[in-house]
């Protein structure tokens, strides 16, 4: 018989649990035979991780367990929920700190892994408890798994309505920006509106134009000019200042 390279050489499993496992760990699930109860468990995953590292637990049929992880016992399987609590901790702490869309969005892509495993985490000891509902442990196991995966659920949710809000922030922001930029455009389209007739008129008389009549009645040929270019300009403006019809 091949056996599992997941599984540890000296664990005197069950065959069937061989012939299950393959090279890597696959999904979160929880296997019985003959009184075993044998887990596949995830570790914490972290952002932009590809592939899960396997924790396997291994539950005797007198209640012993061993796990590959540091320590034996109920308390390797403790300490694997503690460290999804951790985690998700570290989460919080970051969303709390977190004050734009960027930030939220950092805290999203380390909650939503989480959030998946350890719901997944939760319904693995679910199925443990109805394979064995007479072991407490497994009972007490299930508990603290569903308090970690309610927190992360809870936080991703936060997180989520948190980006939205500074996204909502930030567009906000940008629209008045537009608005006042918009704002500022039309004043200086105001202003070369008002000055255009009287800049052209200026131009056209500063030619080289032997007329006399620049020379005669001096200056009131050029405060003609200016009279009548501002006029021009004022009454532009006046079309130019016109808000569309709704």
């Known amino acids: 018989m091949s ?5 540890p050489p000296l664990w005197d499993v069950p065959r069937e649990f061989h012939e ?3 090279d890597r760990p696959g999904r979160q699930r929880v296997m019985l035979s003959d009184g075993h109860l044998f ?8 952002p932009d ?3 899960r590292t396997a924790r396997l637990f291994w539950r005797k049929p007198d209640g012993s367990w061993q796990s590959t992880q540091t320590g034996n016992g109920l308390a390797a399987f403790e300490a694997h929920i503690e460290d999804f609590g951790k985690q998700v901790d570290s989460c919080d702490v970051m969303e709390h700190a977190a004050a734009t869309a960027k930030e939220y969005y950092k805290v999203l892509e380390r909650i939503s892994p989480l959030k998946r495993a350890s719901a997944n985490l939760h319904h693995v000891l679910e199925e443990a408890r109805r394979l064995l509902p007479e072991d407490r442990n497994i009972i007490n196991l299930r508990d603290q798994a569903y308090d970690v995966s309610r927190t992360a ?4 949710d936060a997180t989520r309505n948190g980006m939205e809000l500074a996204q909502t922030r930030r567009a906000e922001e940008q629209a008045a920006a537009s608005m006042a930029m918009a ?15 009287l800049a052209t008129l200026t131009a056209v008389f500063g030619m080289e134009l032997n007329s006399g009549w620049e020379t005669k009645y001096t200056p ?4 003609f000019v200016v009279f009548a270019g501002l ?16």
């Open 3 to 7: 056996k599992a390279k997941l599984i």
């Open 20 to 22: 299950r496992l393959g």
């Open 39 to 46: 887990f596949v468990l995830h570790a914490p995953p972290q």
């Open 49 to 51: 991780e590809t592939t």
């Open 153 to 156: 659920e809870l936080l991703y």
């Open 183 to 197: 704002s500022s455009a039309h004043r200086l389209n105001l202003l070369a509106a008002f000055f255009f007739p």
């Open 220 to 223: 009131w040929p050029f405060l």
């Open 231 to 246: 006029m021009a300009g004022a009454i532009l403006g006046a079309f130019v200042a016109q808000r569309p019809k709704k």
